[in-house]
């Protein structure tokens, strides 16, 4: 059943945390100390039996296009694999993308000459892990035009996503921006699963508008999973268009797929959202199972040597770390590192304190610096002696420092 699906993974807007997308796509944000945030969308998509993949992309696609290309060039051609970056064709006007609908309204080519017979549509901005294979079993069984997965959101869950209502049989009959507080809620998470036919239907009545007022009701942007359902579902829902039967909800981290349940949901929606999707990965019982044997998240790695600690050439002392993720190439000469997350060939030198914070790959933290609750972007040096972190007022005079009080180091920006 997945070979006769067509997936498109939406990985075309800048999103959020703002400071870590200057220089790329929220796809191609790292996270987890080795992955990037698409990686994940992707890796359900390759364990889920999902062959036929287009990747829309658009804002500052460089490094998300390299890194499809390092990581993710595994699929064989010969048997009508694919993984293929997309970016705006402008068939039918000059512009870029403008929202979700229209960039599969500028693929349609792409979906009419497809064999498949249903399309699966992702966001690839968002971190979680789901078995789409039993999302197209249940659709085929339910008979619908339209499956919807949701999620139980509220209090403690990442926000995110519409407010959706569900009728006793399971069928969606509307769709709200979330509640600011209060109870629990059913939620979208970015994936909308529909019929080819229904969808190249949708298509034609947009057509059928008129550029002029196609364009004056598609205001709405790339910018997140919530757009890409709401543009979906809504006109289904408020009588513009028809299908056999109202869109199907579908459980997000039920008893089906061989996936385990984690139930686990972001959409990194901000620095304070992204601080904490990544401390939470240091907790001794992870919310995000990361080590399901047959469920690994593949990526693009660099052949570096392996991280190490080893004594400082001035003090002598150990370098340690403490409930610490270290990727490959990362050496910490002396210093200490706890709860922090550091990726490939980061160094940190004699008498160096590193808490609660993330480094990018490259980072260099010179002897007997302090960083805490502290994003440092791509190849940042902090200078020998410098304090990061411990004085909220000072670090705003320089950095990006978030609603929580994260502080975020831009790549290439000096101390």
Known sequence: MPSKTLTFVFAAERGAPAPLTEHRCKAAVPVAGKYRVIDFTLANCLHSGLRQVLVLTQYKSHSLHKHLRDGWSLFNAELGEFITAVPPQMRYHSDWYRNAMDALRQNRYLIERSPADSLLLLDGGLVYRMDYAELIRSHREQGGGISCPLRQAGPGTASGGMAVEVDAEGRIIAMRPPPEAGDAYRSTMGVVLID????????????????????????????????????????????????????????????????????????????????????????????????????????????????????????????????????????????GVSHSVLYPQVQVEDGAIVDEAILFEGVRVGANARIRRCICDKEVVIPAGAIVGEDRRADAERFAVSDEGIVVIRKGQSL
């Open 196 to 335: 080819k036919a229904l969808l190249l239907e949708r298509l034609e009545t947009l057509a059928e508008a008129g550029e002029a007022e196609m364009a004056a009701g598609m205001e709405s942007s790339m910018e997140s999973g919530a757009d890409l359902v709401t543009q979906l579902l809504s006109p289904f829902l408020d009588g513009r268009a028809f299908t056999p039967s109202p869109p199907v909800a579908y459980g997000f981290g039920g008893e089906r797929g061989r996936v385990s349940q984690d139930r686990y949901w972001s959409d990194l929606g901000s620095t304070d959202a992204y601080f904490r999707a990544n401390m939470d990965l240091l907790k001794a019982d992870s919310p995000l199972d990361l080590y399901q044997a047959d469920w690994h998240i593949l990526t693009y790695q660099g052949q570096y040597p392996p991280a190490r600690t080893v004594p400082g050439p001035s003090s002598g002392n150990e370098g340690i770390f403490v409930n610490s993720m270290l990727a490959a190439g990362t050496v910490i000469r002396g210093g």
